[in-house]
């Protein structure tokens, strides 16, 4: 075994451990000089494996200047993973300084820290970017020896993972020698993300570490005292139930897939809470002060229970948390498997869970989810080519930095996996767009940002571009919210403006108990009037994450496979022998779709198990394509499970519905009649820098932002309609916000895999499925007793033998 130096050996030796295989293996790899991705379960210690190359390293040569720099994707995660690093560095009496760099971190200090930066800086790609900014970084960062990435599955394949790739990229040019690490306890596909690590994406630079693997997990599914629900994706029946679980343990963790789920979780939790124990929240739309409030309080083991959203899903180590438990489905093992981790965190313990389903099929979510854990089976990443905008804000950085040779630029953003294919002709014209905005704007002297110089390099035109984009960069962009008013400008209330967005003049919705119909939409507004015609769409939920692929087709198999359903509570395998003895069954490779009246209605149910976002989006387009057809529809709701739409008109061919030619016709149709491009092109504008969020001294409101993209968009639209930032914007609107790529491969199979089941009444699988159309229809305050008498309604019908 490698040694270490006398002071690592002892402070080991002073606990009873030993280092693991893995943590050795992590500081072979650094002696070797070779860069290194650790696979490691949650507990094992992944941490300070990352870190220990960069302590041996510091002890046996201690030197000043930035020596090791850590990227989190979570600024929580930055602020913990300092606290377990001071601890041994202080234990051990070292002379190492740890600091952070993060949007939170004060301005004095992030100036001093380029001056005389910490031997390790733990920060966040954005913080990383836009030190990269500044002239002063070539100097700061020309002594590196170590970049560690945490939990590098949370973000490589997204936007801010394509902005840290050409991060890398960068600080590879400037310190040649400089190693990447990355940390992660839950990848399914190691040599994707050595390929992302790697310079120029050579995975045989990058060695494999993987960890032992921990003590098996003890995950239970919570069921109702009576039943498991028709309805409902939360949860919120078991209070009381999960109120016990907080009581006999020491610390719990109750996760929630939304952020509005967990304010009414934290409500339900504090209404149950007859002991008074201490029980927070914490999510994303916390305000600065309120976060590090509750991760202090968590930490002083000051609390009993915290709902939490995925801000917690990552990496904070509370050793104190023994039990973890998911309010409603998981959504994918590898998500389950992450949040199982943070209970006990110690690799020799089972970590202790309880998964608590909402309705019938979240139960067999939830089953599928433990088989997978139980399997190793984790869900797949899909790794794309790089975003366009936001290479331009790269670009833009590096400009303000020093200036730049274009051909030298672009070999060095071709090192970064995600960019490795992009074409030269593709290259110049985001350099020219940066330059001055595009054709069709290169007259406003406020989109001259860059010029070509006669020595050939590319330079900032002007200082007042460079504090812009210091004060602009980044990938996250806030959604704003629109107020529902009436002409007379009486407001109802707002909505999230990603729902606002799918609407097109002419469609109605159901909000706060009326039936309203879009007027006009614009920068601040959704004007509606009152109308008697049915409600089309369905009101925004808030933020859905679907099933994954691999979860779906385990839930699929489940149901088709009836020796699997010995292990079902008896209510769930009644439900499933009724539907067969009516009706089919889904199963594996085949589309099930059942048709049948209900109350004067005609209603059509696909059990596509695609995911809500995807069938969301095919709702939109199967409902246009039948008002096309004549069939009179009314509306559609959407599951993670099926789709359902409803008529006036009976569908007797499901199958012209469901041909692959809606996704040239109706969905052009539909992004481009809606405001889903204006809301794609308002992100990609703020990230490649075309729109302002702050002046000095000012922040713009989301609405303003709107305001000023949206006329930016119409004019490019109109002149210059090939524009790289409106191609970027389609790209955006196809891939995240409509889940095209499952849409694609739902219809491509759709004509030869259909099953019409042709009824005469309610079946029992679309019971969950009519009960959220239900959900529509009431004012709130009456939701939850009105919903219940009518899945009771439903479920009478469907469970009828006869």
Known sequence: MTP????????????????????????????????ALLVAPTGAGKTLAGFLPTLVDLIEAPTEGLHTLYVSPLKALA???????????????????????????????????????????????????????????????????????????AFATQKRGDLLSLSLSRLQAIAPAMRRVALSATVADPDGYRGWLA?????????????????????????PEDR???????????????????????????????????????????????????????????????????????????????????????????????????????????RLLQRIGRANHRLD???????????????????????????????????????????????????CAAPFDQDA???????????????????????????????????????????HAPDGQWRVTHPDF??????????????????????????????????????????????????????????????????TRPARVPTYMGARMPISTNLAARVQALIHDRDEWARFPADVREWLEIQDHRSRLPEPGRLLVETFPHEGRHYMVAYSFEGWNAHQSLGMLITRRMESQGLKPIGFVASDYALATFSLERVTDPQGLFSPDILEDEFVEWVQGSHLLKRAFREVAVIGGLVERQHPGKRKTGRQVTFSTDLIYDVLLKYEPDHLLLKAAWADARARMTDVGRLADLLERAADTMVHVDLDRITPLAVPVLVLIGREHVAQGTVDDALLMEAEHLAAEAMRLD
């Open 4 to 35: 270490l130096p006398p002071a690592l050996t002892k402070w080991f030796t002073t606990r009873g451990w030993a280092p693991r295989r893995h943590q050795i293996a992590m500081l072979d790899a650094a002696r070797a000089g070779r860069h």
């Open 79 to 153: 602020v913990d993973v300092q606290r377990n690093l001071l601890n041994p560095i202080g234990e051990m009496d070292l002379d190492i300084r740890v600091e952070t760099r993060t949007g939170d971190t004060p301005a004095d200090r992030k100036a001093r820290q380029r001056v005389r930066p910490p031997q390790i800086l733990l920060t966040t790609p954005e913080s990383l970017s836009l030190l990269l900014s500044y002239p002063d970084s070539f100097l700061m960062f020309e002594g590196l020896k170590t970049v560690v990435i945490d939990e590098v599955h």
């Open 199 to 223: 310079p120029h994406g050579d995975i045989d630079m990058v060695a494999r570490v993987t960890g032992d693997p921990g003590a098996e997990p003890d995950i239970s599914i919570l069921l």
């Open 228 to 334: 498991v629900p028709w309805s409902g994706h939360s949860g919120r029946y078991a209070a009381e139930q999960v109120m016990a679980e907080i009581e006999t343990h020491r610390t719990t963790l109750v996760f929630c897939n939304t952020r509005s789920l967990a304010e009414l979780i934290f409500q339900d939790l504090w209404k149950v809470n007859e002991m008074k124990l201490p029980v927070g929240i914490h999510h994303g739309s916390l305000s600065r002060e309120a976060r590090p409030k509750v991760e202090a309080a968590m930490a002083d083991g000051k609390l009993r229970a915290l709902v939490a959203t995925a801000s917690l899903d990552l990496g904070v180590d509370w050793g104190d948390v023994d039990c973890v438990i998911q309010m409603g489905a998981p959504k994918g093992s590898s």
């Open 349 to 399: 313990e089972p970590s202790e869970a309880v998964l608590v389903p909402g309705n019938r099929f979240e139960y067999l979510e939830a089953r599928a989810a433990l088989d997978a854990v139980e399997a190793g089976e984790l869900d797949t990443d899909v790794f794309r080519p790089g975003a366009l905008d936001v290479l331009a804000q790269h670009l833009m950085g590096c400009a």
């Open 409 to 451: 630029m672009l070999d060095e953003v071709r090192s970064a996996l995600p960019y490795s294919a992009l074409d030269a002709e593709t290259f110049s014209r985001v350099l020219h767009f940066v330059e001055n905005g595009g054709y069709a704007l290169r007259a406003y002297d406020r989109f001259r940002r860059l010029a």
């Open 466 to 531: 460079v504090k812009q984009h210091r004060l602009n960069a980044g990938i996250i962009v806030d959604a704003p919210l629109l107020d529902v008013r009436f002409r007379n400008g009486r407001k109802l209330g707002t909505v999230e403006e990603n729902f606002a967005a799918s609407l097109s003049t002419g469609d109605t919705f159901f909000f706060s108990g009326l039936s309203l119909e879009v007027e006009k939409i614009d920068q601040t507004d959704l004007i509606v009037r009152a109308t």
